[in-house]
């Protein structure tokens, strides 16, 4: 179990490269010594633009030579190149590498000007991170920049504040989320129609399916506006409360369903209350987390921190969903030896085994496989990675919403001795080999 979650983890971490931000960013330096300070990382097409608006610009020392300050874009691969040039001493500091592109070298500044504006076209298509190099080894930096990087259309010539990679993820968003208007409409003329045999817990998933299609329509509109404005205040509030209750809606549901409520029975026990009392909880701090993720790139300084605090409350809550369904299956068994009734006991079981199978694949696609897919693909392909994010999860809706539905003919008491006969064989069976 340790090694499993640590490899989960170790995937995981991966996934802290490949992100992909692209809005105007402010930044503020002060009295910053490093070497290298990365600022945004952006895919360009052949029609890539970069503003700099660099002020307030000051030294720790007076006159320190600018010539060995600077701007520059640079790729991952390059990168790795000017390290190891740097590392077999071939050149001193990044600026000298000719594998980089100098955005703006500090000697062009005016003499005793503390800013400047660079504007910077870049033809050659690929993901670049813009850093700033200070190759004076004690010498403190401060300065406020902004860097607003995007792509001209083809022949319209706007704008294009998204990454090359996920620019057409607004339409992706709109896409799935009419999908799951209309399995929610579906389910509404579904419930109506099997109205008898309709359960509380029917309602809840309506519930869950409107949320996640209202939480996909407002990320449609949030990347639309960062799109076009560079800055993200579309629609971002609604969009982070319904993301909440989409995720704390979820988790729920897959504990009521695992625990058998209003199908099994009608009230929930003690121990898988407390799991409901850890998960929401959770989810709120895994909310808060997401969002003081978006609103700081990928080089603000508590990053990688609520990155990770992201992680562990993520892999928590996944795991925590999975007990209820084993207490579930094992008490079906249970239930199945003692109580005569096997074959119904049995067929239960199945569907809960099948439903415990599914939600592990779920979760292990939608967090390992999928941050896989991002690190692998080309920063041009990177959209795939959430269409192959969002079918599992549609997927998963589906398998939950057909094999949960309301069933006038409940098959499970529709046996027939046969039947009984032969569950009670594979029960024994099972014993023997303790499955
Ligand atoms: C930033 O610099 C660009 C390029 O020189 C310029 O067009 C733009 O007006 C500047 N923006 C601000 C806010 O100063």
Known sequence: MAAAVSSFFGIL???????????IRFSEIRSDPRPIIPFDEFGFTHNGRLELNVSKLSFSSPDPDLSKLGFFLCTRDS???????????????ALQSHIIQEVYNLNSLAKSATAFNHFYLQSDADQYTLV?????????????????????????????????????????????????????????????????????IHFFMLAVVILKALNLLCEAEDKSYIKRTGS????????????????????TLIVLIGTGWSFLKPYLQDKEKKVL???????????????VIDESGPYGEDWVTWKQILLLVDVVCCCAVLFPIVWSIKNLREAARTDGKAAVNLMKLTLFRQYYV??????YFTRVVVYALETITSYKYLWTSVVAAELATLAFYVFTGYNFKPEPHNPYF????????????????????EL
């Open 13 to 23: 971490l991966l996934a802290f490269i490949s992100v992909s931000f692209a809005e």
């Open 79 to 93: 990168w790795l190149q000017v390290l190891q040039q740097i590392e077999d001493a071939e050149i001193a500091c």
């Open 277 to 291: 009392m850890i998960v929401i909880p959770l989810q709120v701090v895994a909310n808060i987390a997401q969002v």
């Open 414 to 433: 529709a046996v027939d001795d046969d039947e009984e006969e032969a569950a009670s064989e594979q029960l024994k069976l099972e014993d023997e080999f």
């Open 358 to 363: 599914v939600v592990i694949c779920y979760i």
């Open 132 to 200: 700033f190099a200070n190759c004076l080894p004690q010498l403190k930096v401060s300065m406020d920049v902004r860097s607003a990087m995007y792509n001209l259309d083809g022949k319209s010539k706007t704008r294009d504040y998204l990454s090359a990679g996920i620019t057409i993820l607004p339409r992706v968003y709109f896409l799935f989320s009419l999908i799951y208007f209309i399995l929610a409409a579906a389910w509404v003329y579904f419930l109506y129609k099997k109205r008898l045999t309709v359960f509380g």
């Open 232 to 251: 993200a205040h579309g629609w971002d509030v609604l969009f982070y409360i319904f993301s909440f209750l989409k995720g704390i809606t979820l988790f």
